[in-house]
């Protein structure tokens, strides 16, 4: 069973030794596939190196097509989310991996420049992004505290124009060898993102650390019976000629967007008050089959749905005659 460990930040970190699995293109390969999670920057057109998470762990690939991008020592990384869960760090270690020396995707030299690259805040009017300088990088992202300042910054600035358009480095190592990276907003199930560090010495000298999640999703409760958010009459008893209230009950931690209540197959209107409350009426309806749908949408995106059948039958009285439907 898989354990984790709250941080004081409020982070999930998933506790154990992830494996590195090194899954290299063939060197010049004509058949080697590109990682499109990256940009075109300096000399390359795609990711050297791709991150990609899953909730089993972390693996690195390379494409050895793809050299540093300003063709000495700089790679150009790329990080694909596969999890389930939001990703907020990922920690990655390597001989000189954060030995910022103003060249990152902001700065390559020649080539293009990743899209979205600033000038340096006070920069003299007419400052171009490119040289070796490190006078551009990208904005500080939401996440990052105001009064970080980022190694390998410029004097007077935060950012190394190394980091991704969501992304910055913390907890790097007086040597370099081990750092953080950041992401801002959290990287999305599903989702890419890119930033640049000094080159790895190969594929399997890149150590991946345990990477940081979000919490895990909220447990969806059941529709009905025990624990059931939804309150209906059970399904075992006839109900013609009859009516009754649909209430969806209330529950910790749980907040209510909407509720869709459809009897056989037409919606019907759900009444707000106290509780989420929606009327049946099943007067007059033919003996047969009838279905009751509800769905529960929760404000946080969990979706509560559940379908009770309910048989529509009427007793003949004596001296009554035949039923009225």
């Avoid at 293109?25 to 991150?51: E, N, Y």
């Avoid at 059970?234 to 967007?257: D, H, P, V």
């Avoid at 009426?281 to 929760?298: H, N």
Wanted: net charge positive; proline share 11%; hydrophobic share 35%.
């Amino acid at each position: 069973m898989r354990q984790y460990l709250r941080r004081r930040t409020g982070r999930v970190v998933a506790i154990g030794t992830l494996a590195l699995v090194a899954c290299g293109a063939a060197a010049g390969s004509a058949s080697a596939q590109p990682f499109p999670q990256c940009p075109a920057v300096g000399s390359d057109t795609s990711c050297q190196f791709l991150v990609v998470v899953t909730d089993s762990g972390a693996t690195a690939q390379q494409d050895s097509t793809q050299g540093p991008y300003e063709a000495s020592d700089d790679s150009l990384i790329g990080v694909q989310n596969d999890s389930s869960r939001a990703l907020t760090a990922l920690p990655l270690s390597a001989a000189g991996l954060f030995g910022f020396e103003q060249d990152g995707i902001c700065n390559p030299g020649s080539g293009p420049i990743a899209p979205g690259c600033l000038p340096a805040a006070g920069s003299p009017p007419g400052t171009m992004c490119g040289p070796q300088n490190g006078s551009c990088s990208f904005p500080r992202p939401p996440g990052q505290p105001t009064t970080y300042t980022e190694p390998g910054s410029p004097a007077g600035t935060t950012q190394n124009g190394y980091e991704g358009p969501t992304t910055w480095f913390s907890n790097v190592a007086p040597d370099g060898s081990s750092g953080q990276v950041e992401f801002s907003p959290a990287l999305a199930p599903h989702a890419s993102t890119y930033f640049s560090l000094e080159a790895p010495p190969s594929l399997q000298a890149l150590t991946l650390g345990t990477p940081v999640s979000s919490a895990p999703p909220a447990a969806t409760p059941p529709a009905f019976g025990a624990g059931g958010v939804i309150s209906i009459p059970s399904a075992r008893k006839c109900l013609s000629r009859r009516t009754f209230a649909i209430r969806i009950r209330k529950r910790a931690g749980l907040q209510y967007q909407e509720a869709i209540v459809l009897v056989n197959h037409k919606r019907v209107g759900v009444l707000r008050g106290a509780r989420l409350t929606a009327p049946v009426d099943l007067r007059g309806l033919p003996v047969g089959l009838f279905s009751v749908q509800i769905t529960v949408i929760t404000t946080d995106g969990r979706i509560i749905s559940g379908t009770r059948r309910y048989h529509t039958c009427t007793r003949r009285l004596p001296g009554h005659g035949p039923p009225r439907l």
